[in-house]
């Protein structure tokens, strides 16, 4: 099964890079998957995935939460503030905190309901301005923005632009989260996470290598 040849993977990145084993956590990526294939991953045993749509995710996951144990569920993609609260109810994790408006959504309902996903900043590494992020120039303050409304930030996030060596995007956000005492590293997919263990990846994005091609329509 292409899953346990990814987790194969994953191990010999973690051991060339002398990581402790299971130090790098594996998202299983489900965005438009079919519910078959999901089930077949929970099925193999893996309970770790990640969603690119709050929508997507309260239409899949509550009922595999009914019928599966352990599941964590990472929300990976862009978040619309109108979709706060139900992001949260729903991720146990939220990998796209983008901007200080976002943020001080995320801090006022985390003070209503009384709990807030784990949180990692995305880093535009890339300073692409179609893409999402804080820029690099600026990670540090909103960084320190994030602690000050007591959100628990574990690390931070990026996707490297397409056409370049994501090693180098790798490399800059490891060093900004070095210097802000951050442990957390999402970064690394289908065709770099080896890469990304490499270079400090705590958590890796994988979804066409496990799953297979996307389906759309």
């Not at 990692?120 to 923005?145: H, S």
């Not at 070095?178 to 705590?202: K, Q, V, W, Y």
């Amino acid at each position: 099964m292409a899953l346990e040849d990814i987790k194969a993977q994953v191990a010999k990145a973690e051991a060339d890079a002398g990581r402790a084993p299971g130090s790098v956590t594996l998202i299983a990526v489900s965005k438009m998957q079919p519910d078959a294939r999901v089930e077949a991953v929970l099925d193999a045993g893996h309970r770790v995935f990640g969603e690119n749509r709050v929508q997507e995710a309260a239409g899949k996951w509550p009922g595999f939460r009914d019928r599966y144990d352990g599941i964590e569920l990472h929300l990976i993609g862009p978040l619309q503030t109108n979709k706060a609260r139900q992001a949260m109810e729903l991720s146990d994790a939220i990998h796209s905190v983008d901007r200080p408006k976002l943020a001080k959504t995320l801090a006022r309902l985390a003070q209503e309901m009384g709990q807030c996903p784990d949180l990692f900043i995305q880093v535009n590494t890339g300073e692409e301005p179609q893409k999402a992020g804080i820029l690099p120039a600026d990670a540090d303050a909103f960084v320190a923005e994030c602690r000050a409304l007591d959100l628990p930030v574990q690390g931070l996030m990026c996707i490297p632009p397409v056409n370049e060596e994501p090693s180098l995007h790798f490399a800059l956000l490891a060093k900004i989260a070095e210097r802000n005492g951050l442990g957390g590293l999402s970064m690394g997919m289908s065709g770099d996470f080896e890469r990304a263990i490499a270079l400090g990846a705590t958590h890796v994005r994988v979804g066409s290598a496990i799953f297979g091609a996307r389906e759309t329509g």
